[in-house]
């Protein structure tokens, strides 16, 4: 279905009026997708499919799980999960929105998230967990 609105959108330009069109199964495109991209600059467009992909290294695994919890946390809140496949201290990470056939907004929000996390656990502003000691 097609419908086309005006809607108030955030970006980090400030807020700003635009007409989108809106329909099951559209990823963000053309101008829109170019300045969102450019919001995650440390991510990468997957040439197989449209999907952006990054990986995340940490000290060790506590630091890891910690990232992968607040992110887990947010992306259960939001309804929007990552492809994600973790070993020690790596996160590899990719960012699609099935139902929108591509790389979103939510994605995009997603992966602002998730690089803000990464800086919060490498600062020690995360706490990490304490396995039970028996």
Same mark, same amino acid.
């Given at each position: 279905?097609?419908?086309?609105?005006?809607?108030?959108?955030?970006?980090?330009?400030?807020?700003?009026?635009?007409?989108? =069109?809106?329909? &099951?199964?559209? /990823?963000? !495109?053309?101008?829109?997708?170019?300045? %969102?991209? $450019?919001?995650?600059?440390?991510? #990468?467009?997957?040439?197989?499919?449209?999907?952006? +992909?990054?990986?995340?290294?940490?000290?060790?695994?506590?630091?890891?799980?910690?990232?992968?919890?607040?992110? /887990?946390? &947010?992306?259960?809140? #939001?309804?929007?999960?990552?492809?994600?496949?973790?070993? +020690?201290?790596?996160?590899?990470?990719?960012?699609?929105?099935?139902?929108?056939?591509?790389? #979103?907004?939510?994605?995009? %929000?997603?992966?602002?998230?998730?690089?803000?996390?990464?800086? !919060?656990?490498?600062?020690? =502003?995360?706490?990490?967990?304490?396995?039970? $000691? &028996?």
């Amino acid at each position: 279905f097609f419908s086309t609105i005006a809607m108030l959108r955030t970006t980090t330009c400030g807020t700003r009026l635009v007409n989108a =069109k809106f329909r &099951r199964g559209a /990823a963000l !495109q053309g101008p829109e997708r170019v300045a %969102e991209l $450019q919001r995650i600059p440390t991510w #990468s467009e997957l040439p197989d499919r449209d999907a952006i +992909y990054k990986e995340f290294r940490f000290d060790d695994f506590k630091h890891c799980f910690a990232f992968m919890i607040k992110v /887990a946390e &947010r992306a259960e809140a #939001s309804d929007h999960h990552p492809e994600w496949f973790n070993v +020690y201290n790596t996160v590899k990470a990719t960012l699609a929105t099935h139902t929108d056939n591509g790389v #979103s907004d939510k994605d995009i %929000e997603l992966a602002i998230h998730m690089d803000d996390m990464e800086l !919060q656990v490498k600062a020690g =502003k995360v706490p990490l967990f304490a396995p039970d $000691q &028996r």
